[in-house]
Nanobody
Framework: QVQLVESEGGLVQAGGSLRVSCAAS????????IGWFRQAPGKEREFVAA????????GYADSVKGRFTISRDNAKNTVNLQMTNLKPEDTAVYYC??????????????????WGQGTQVTVSS
């Protein structure tokens, strides 16, 4: 079993940067790939980024490619999402989640077994 806790998000101006982290408990952390999702009010939860168990593979939604970077440190059981050039449309609650169902399924929230509680990221224009 894996428990995930996101760091505090925050309020940032458009064009600014913010990093959110996901801290995990459990000895098998490296056996899961970790995804970040976000959900804005009135919208469905959407895939943002994912990193494989070793950190060797990463994937991004087209909307954040080139602006967001996901990374992990298995020694510290953490996954970071570095967000740059933030836009108002990035405003959402951000969730990290753990999945062992297979890398090809990384964009599907229903395939993730464990979720954090979410953290609010607000980008002002």
């Amino acid at each position: 079993q894996v428990q995930l806790v996101e760091s505090e998000g925050g309020l940032v101006q458009a064009g600014g940067s913010l990093r959110v982290s996901c801290a995990a408990s459990g000895r098998t952390f490296s056996s899961y790939f970790i995804g970040w999702f976000r959900q804005a009010p009135g919208k469905e939860r959407e895939f943002v980024a994912a990193v494989s168990g070793t950190g060797g593979n990463t994937g991004y939604a087209d909307s954040v490619k080139g602006r967001f970077t996901i990374s992990r440190d298995n020694a510290k059981n953490t996954v970071n999402l570095q967000m740059t050039n933030l836009k108002p449309e990035d405003t959402a609650v951000y969730y990290c989640a753990a999945n062992s169902a297979g890398w090809l399924l990384r964009v599907l929230p229903a395939t993730y077994r464990y979720w954090g509680q979410g953290t609010q990221v607000t980008v002002s224009s």
